[in-house]
């Protein structure tokens, strides 16, 4: 599909771990990347993972140490695994299909509906 299908909500505790995965297909013209953004309350929404359709990735310095993004191109699947969990991660994610080069994520108009994540202190 060309609109991307998020799963794995809920509410978590501090440290973790969670697991959000979201399923879009492969051949969405024009991408060869996907990536997960977040959005909280009174924020822009920001790129929290990156990953190429071979592999690469970039993190946000904000995450890097405590989230992981990794694909499954068999299940046309992204995941975003979060670890050490804290308050300030609570946000809306979403997962975004688009193109990755010179260093750069490019968002394209390739969006999931959004799936809130909220950890307590």
């Known amino acids: 599909q060309l609109q991307p299908v998020e799963s794995g909500g809920g509410l978590v505790q501090p440290v973790g771990p969670l697991r959000r995965s979201c399923v879009a297909a492969?051949?969405?013209?024009?991408?060869?990347?996907r990536a997960w953004y977040r959005e909280a309350p009174g924020n822009q929404r920001e790129l929290v993972a990156a990953i190429t359709f071979v592999g690469d990735t970039d993190y946000a310095d904000s995450v890097k140490g405590r989230f992981t993004i990794a694909r499954d191109n068999a299940k046309n699947t992204v995941y975003l695994q979060m670890n050490s969990l804290e308050p300030e991660d609570t946000a809306v994610y979403y997962c975004n299909a688009g193109l990755h080069r010179s260093g750069t994520y490019y968002s394209l108009n390739y969006w999931g509906q959004g799936t809130q994540v909220t950890v307590s202190s």
């Open positions: 492969g051949n969405i013209f024009g991408t060869n990347a």
